[in-house]
């Protein structure tokens, strides 16, 4: 009864964000369970992988997705692994018109067995090497880190 106080609290935009996390979580989930990579990978690229605009400004919108992504994975009965979150952090950004790309990585354990991670960096991060994901190669990369000026872009 506790959280669904907590939720009628939440202003409806917080609300909004919270309920797509949830279902998204769960479709990814599903996806990655039953669906061969290749597959998603190609709708990933077919889909979202357009140019986003600008990465200016939307700050507040990214903290609302990691946020919601955050509260809906801790709700849920299921462990959500790294690229269930990634790839419902990727359409929540994207849907959204933010420049983001999500990377897939390995790297080797200390016991020489190959480890593999999926993140999400937003236009306006900095990739850095203090970073827990600097550690991993990135192997896969989907979408676009900043935004493409009119004056680049190819007309098809």
Known sequence: MDRFLKFRSLPRREKQFFCEAGILLLLSRLSVKTIAFRHIEHFLRARWNRVALDDVGHADDIKLVKLSLLRAGNLLPLKNPC??????????????????????????????????????????????????????APLVMIGQERAIPDSAREVV
Do not use: D, Q
């Open 83 to 136: 690229l269930s979150r990634s790839l419902a952090e990727f359409i929540m950004l994207r849907r959204r018109g933010i420049p983001a790309v999500m990377y897939l990585g390995v790297k080797f354990s200390e016991n020489f067995s190959l480890l593999a991670h999926a993140w999400v960096c937003t236009g306006g991060e900095a990739t850095n090497g203090n970073s827990e994901n600097s550690t991993y």
